[in-house]
């Protein structure tokens, strides 16, 4: 069953992108870049959305 979790092995910051491009079986570079796109686009929304997924979403050893 595929999970979704922040990654510890590929983290930048939080490991909140790496653990979504892993979930769906896309590079992280990749959500790294749309996610900086996405900074210019809309910064507070973005940042919120992703401060709330690294409490929401648990760490890859978290994971039962």
């Known amino acids: ?7 510890t092995k590929d983290r930048m ?3 909140v992108l790496a653990g979504i491009g892993e979930y ?3 590079d ?5 870049l ?6 210019f686009i809309s910064f507070f929304t ?3 959305v992703y401060l709330v997924a690294t409490f929401i ?5 978290e994971v039962h």
Do not use: C, D, H, Q
């Open 1 to 7: 069953m595929k999970r979704l979790y922040r990654s």
């Open 13 to 15: 910051v939080a490991g």
């Open 24 to 26: 769906f079986n896309i």
């Open 28 to 32: 992280p570079t990749v959500v790294r």
């Open 34 to 39: 749309l996610f900086v796109i996405l900074l």
């Open 46 to 48: 973005v940042s919120i």
């Open 57 to 61: 979403i648990p760490s890859e050893g």
